[in-house]
Every structure is written in structure tokens, then in C-alpha cells.
């Protein structure tokens, strides 16, 4: 689907009653327009499924082999989840709302969405770009 929900926060809204998204199109503020799509669970692929994260802080730089070797009490800890924190992205739900278009309508509105994020983005890195260059 080539979708990613975490392109989407904070613009969207999940109804988990109504299993429905609704995603914000908007355009530098000035025009916004909400789309409704269906939602189904999907796995969360932040945390695998496990509903907790290792605390960021913890392992941003990776763990190599050796830390642990000198560090036996550290390991142990590790790995008996003393630096896990509820997945901030699943809210340790395990699971997280995508979107599942339905009908053609559904796809081509999630389709415009998705044109929009990657214009934003492109936006954003010529900005960038100018910046750098100090325009
Ligand atoms: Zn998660």
C-alpha cells in the first residue's frame, strides 16, 4: 500500500468505534480537508507486537556484545524488560489502526492523501536545500 501511518501524525484521527480514519489533507494551513477512510488493526510494527519499547535512551546507539560482557547485571536487566516503556506509537495496544480502502472513492482519496504528504515533503527538503545554501 506503501502507506506509512507514522508519515500521518499528528493529522489523524482514529474512531475506533466506528473503525474509521480520518486523515487531514491540508495545505499550509489555508485549505484543509478532512477524508474518512475504513480502518482495520494491523500489527504494530514500531514495537513487533509486544506493546513495549526498549526506552530509547537506553539502546538509541545500539548495545554491542562487549557492553554486556563487562557488564553482567546490565544485560540481565536488559533483557528482563527493566527498560521497556509502553510503545509510544501503539500506546501498548499491540496493534495500531491503518487505513483499508474499500471503494474506489476510499482508494483515490487515501491516493491523494498520499500525493500530498510526498509534495509537503518535497517542499520541505527544497526548503531545506535553500536554507543550506543560505538563500
Ligand atoms: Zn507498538
Not at 7 to 31: H, N, Q, V, W
Not at 38 to 57: I, L, M, Q, R, S
Not at 98 to 119: G, K, M, T
Request: proline share 7%.
Amino acid at each position: 500500500m506503501g502507506y506509512d501511518i507514522r508519515d500521518s501524525r499528528p493529522p489523524y484521527k482514529f474512531d475506533e468505534a466506528a473503525m474509521s480514519i480520518t486523515l487531514t489533507i491540508c495545505d499550509d494551513g489555508e485549505l484543509e480537508e478532512d477524508i474518512t477512510l475504513p480502518a482495520k488493526f494491523e500489527v504494530c510494527d514500531v514495537c513487533d507486537g509486544k506493546g513495549t519499547v526498549v526506552n530509547p535512551n537506553i539502546d538509541r546507539h545500539g548495545i554491542s556484545p562487549e557492553e554486556f560482557a563487562e557488564d553482567p547485571d546490565f544485560e540481565e536487566d536488559y533483557f528482563s524488560g527493566v527498560y521497556d516503556q509502553p510503545c509510544g506509537w501503539c500506546g501498548g495496544r499491540r496493534v495500531m489502526p491503518v487505513p483499508d480502502p474499500r471503494s474506489d472513492e476510499d482508494r483515490a482519496n487515501l491516493r491523494r492523501y498520499n500525493d500530498r504528504l510526498s509534495q509537503l515533503a518535497q517542499w520541505e527538503a527544497e526548503d531545506r536545500r535553500a536554507r543550506e545554501l543560505g538563500y
